[in-house]
């Protein structure tokens, strides 16, 4: 078990370099003493990272509740602390205390470091906050890992148009950050903006205003996915204007880094987004050759590889908490027609499982 120097170090390094966890992270090492012991008197075998992630899953019900909304939306995720549990061979009686220790910890909880930190990204105005913020929720947490498609055929296009593996998976990460929608076609963004709004009623004061603020901003983001574009104007070094292949015009889209002065009419594939009124480069710009513009169709491109992520997942099983096998088709794309069985089916209810009105010896909602 770690002392709490140890875990205050260990804590930090599992967190983006500019969060600063140092306002919660005594109530975090509390949470993680008790499922220490839980784990040691019921586990059958157990290590220091597996802990901690369960309380990652936990500071993130706290923050935001992100993990939660997937958790219920997407049945290969399943009961996140039932299947923690599960894996550590841990009885009824176990699970149980553990899920109450979890469920005491977010009724409990006072503020939050990750959902503080995540407001102040939003809020700053500084796009390499906010797109450094949202990049590092698909990077790193495991419960959005479930719910995305096979990755590889995005790296593969990635990989071919930077050239590096690097490169590639910084694209790969801002494509998902801001591109990539859930089936019910919601972003990261969206989402991120809802359970702000969510928290706002738990706010008191300053509080409150500024979750209401982040929200918005959220909402008024909008983002174009990899495509080409063309230089048509110049206002500064990383200040240019791009011409979509498709006609449309982007003024003033700022560069991460100094562009030299002979760009004009030189194309090049790029990721865009739109926050607080200015248009960014998201992630790395590749410059291409006049040969290759005609060549690299964005439309054509995506397509192909919508359907091959598709097709991989028509072709990959899981079996639900339950004992019912789906594919995972069925699962990261459909929801049910029917819309008062689509939206029961977001609170993780679905009527061709047991569920909460089974228990609870009611009849299912009539139509």
């Keep these: 078990m770690y002392t709490i120097a140890e875990f205050t170090s260990r804590w930090q390094r599992l967190h983006h370099p500019s969060m600063n966890v140092d306002g919660d992270v005594v109530f975090f090492y509390e949470i993680y003493v008790r499922l220490h012991r839980l784990a040691e008197q019921y586990a059958a075998g157990f290590d220091e990272q597996f802990i901690l992630s369960l309380l990652l899953y936990t500071e993130n019900t706290i923050a935001v509740g992100l993990d939660g909304v997937y958790e219920y939306r997407y049945r290969s995720v399943g009961d996140v602390v039932f299947r923690w549990c599960e894996s ?92 990539w929608r859930d089936k019910r076609g919601y972003s990261l963004a969206d989402t991120l903006s809802k359970q702000f709004r969510y928290e706002v009623s738990f706010a008191e004061g300053k509080e409150k205003d500024r979750l209401k603020e982040a929200a918005e901003s ?52 790029a990721q865009l987004v739109t926050y607080n009124d200015k248009t960014y480069i998201n992630g790395s710009a590749v410059w291409l050759n006049k040969e290759a513009l005609p060549v690299w169709n964005g439309e054509t491109n995506w397509s192909d590889i919508l359907k091959k992520e598709q097709d991989a997942a028509k072709l990959t099983f899981f079996t639900t908490m339950f004992g ?32 909460i009105f089974d228990f609870l010896g009611c009849m299912k909602p009539e139509n």
């Design 218 to 269: 959220l909402d008024a983001i909008r983002s174009e996915r990899l495509d080409t574009y063309t230089v048509i104007g110049r206002k500064d070094g990383r200040t240019l204007t791009l011409l979509h292949r498709d006609g449309r015009e982007f003024r003033d889209v700022i560069f991460p880094a100094p562009v030299s002065e002979n760009v004009q009419s030189r194309p090049l594939a």
């Design 324 to 355: 019912k096998r789906l594919s995972l088709y069925e699962d990261l794309y459909t929801v049910p027609e029917d819309p008062e069985e689509a939206c029961y089916a977001d609170m993780g209810i679905y009527f061709d499982e047991p569920n």
């Design 88 to 179: 550590l061979d841990m009885g009824a009686d176990a699970t149980s205390q553990v899920d109450s220790l979890v469920s005491e910890a977010v009724s409990r909880a006072g503020c939050s470091a990750l959902r503080q930190w995540m407001t102040e990204c939003v809020l700053s105005g500084d796009f390499s906050r906010i797109s450094g913020m949202m990049a590092w929720f698909p990077c790193e947490d495991p419960v959005m890992w479930h719910i995305f498609p096979d990755l590889r055929f995005r790296e593969v296009m990635f990989r071919r148009l930077t050239g590096d593996w690097q490169t590639a998976r910084q694209m790969l990460w801002a494509d998902l950050a801001f591109n």
